[in-house]
């Protein structure tokens, strides 16, 4: 049975940090973090991919990390210096062997004074 299962989000004060975690019961081929602010489409935020090659949206870089354990199965967009504009529902996206892909069920991010 797949599983995919999200942690991490909360609440945050401008410039702080949260780390978020994306646990699959499968080896990803893919992990990425989506976000959604309301009104807004979702996003792309950032991904790691087979080599491993990282994308991150232009928002996000210099602040934002990705990362994942070296059995695949595990994936970490450490956020830093967060501010009001991050706020949202973080969404992992993986990819399995099988090129099949899987969304989590979304953390709530806020960042707020």
Do not use: H
């Not at 945050?12 to 499968?26: D, I, K, M, T």
């Not at 990362?67 to 990819?95: F, I």
């Amino acid at each position: 049975q797949v599983q995919l299962v999200e942690s991490g989000g909360g609440l945050v004060q401008p410039g702080g940090s949260l780390r978020l975690s994306c646990a699959a019961s499968f080896t990803m081929n893919t992990a990425a973090w989506y976000r959604q602010a309301p009104g807004q489409y979702r996003e792309l935020v950032a991904r790691i991919t087979d080599g491993p090659w990282y994308d991150y949206a232009d928002s996000v870089k210099g602040r934002f990390t990705i990362s994942r354990t070296s059995a695949k199965t595990t994936a970490y967009p450490q956020m830093d210096n967060l501010q009001s504009e991050d706020t949202g529902v973080y969404y992992c996206n993986v990819e399995d062997s099988q090129w099949t892909t899987y969304w989590g069920q979304g953390t709530q991010v806020t960042v707020s004074s």
